[in-house]
């Protein structure tokens, strides 16, 4: 359980987590400039390259393909996903940001370049609590469009004074979020179980197994932030979670919450 900074991204690669640490995930921001041209080639992980903002080409297996994003609000991703050993090319057409994540993967899988009408975007919450945890769920891949994978990459928006990742939860994988908002002075809350972080422009925060860790965007700014996920030795993350027992009670939807009486 940990929160991190990077305050402003920089030029080159910006790391947060590591596979040695909790995580299992080396997981960071590659900051590129026009015509830059960084090659990966990892021989232990498999890795997922996430435009974030930018343009880049991205090349592997003799075939190239764009990956373009103005905002990562509005729009759904593009991602290229590697198995162990391939080796990746990437150009930046422009000043670009890409998410880079990793873990340590035996398996040989077919390389997946998903579009952006690839990924799964569903909105949960939607009518309930007032609206108070209404978000969108982006899902680029998890254990059920690539079993092969140790890892789960998504995103959420989290609406302006909304909640995500309501009602309070846990798993046993370790998870990792790192945020962005719409307006670079933006901020919310991070709640790992019992503990309160203020999160900022590029914060992460480290969700190791058994902590609740529900957000709030504050009113005003909207709350951007990437979610992936560690699977465990036979014990894959399958869209399963434990709702802390005290807050179940909101599922039903007769659940009777308090409103304002205000005097006409």
């Known amino acids: ?139 680029i891949f998890d254990y059920e469009n690539a079993p092969y994978s140790n890892m789960v990459n998504g995103e959420v928006i989290t609406s302006p004074g909304r909640w995500s990742g309501y009602i309070p939860h846990t798993h046993p994988q370790p998870e990792v979020y790192t945020y962005k908002f719409d307006k670079p002075q933006g901020f919310g809350a991070c709640f790992i179980g019992d503990n309160v972080f203020m999160i900022k422009q590029n914060t992460w925060s480290e969700l190791s197994s058994g902590y609740m860790h529900p957000q709030v965007a504050a009113p005003g700014y909207a709350m951007w932030y990437s979610w992936m996920i560690r699977h465990l030795p036979d014990n894959p993350w399958r869209k399963t979670r434990t709702d802390v027992p005290e807050h179940v009670w909101l599922l039903d939807k007769d659940a009777k919450i308090w409103e304002p009486h205000r005097n006409k």
């Open 1 to 139: 359980m940990r929160l991190g900074h990077l305050g402003e991204v920089k030029h080159g690669y910006n790391a947060m987590t590591t596979r040695e640490s909790d995580m299992l995930m080396d997981t960071g921001y590659q900051e590129m400039d026009t015509n830059e041209i960084v090659e990966f080639q990892d021989p232990l992980q498999e890795t997922a390259f996430v435009i974030v903002t930018g343009e880049v080409e991205i090349t592997w297996d003799g075939k190239t393909e764009v990956m373009h994003r103005d905002s990562p609000f509005d729009e759904n991703p593009y991602c290229l996903h590697v198995p162990h050993g391939k080796t990746v090319i990437i150009k930046a057409l422009k000043p670009s940001e890409v998410l880079i994540q990793k873990t340590v993967n035996e398996r040989d899988f077919e390389p997946v370049f998903y579009r952006p009408q690839d990924v799964q975007s569903d909105i949960f919450g939607e009518g309930l609590w007032s609206s108070t945890a209404e978000r969108t769920v982006r899902t």
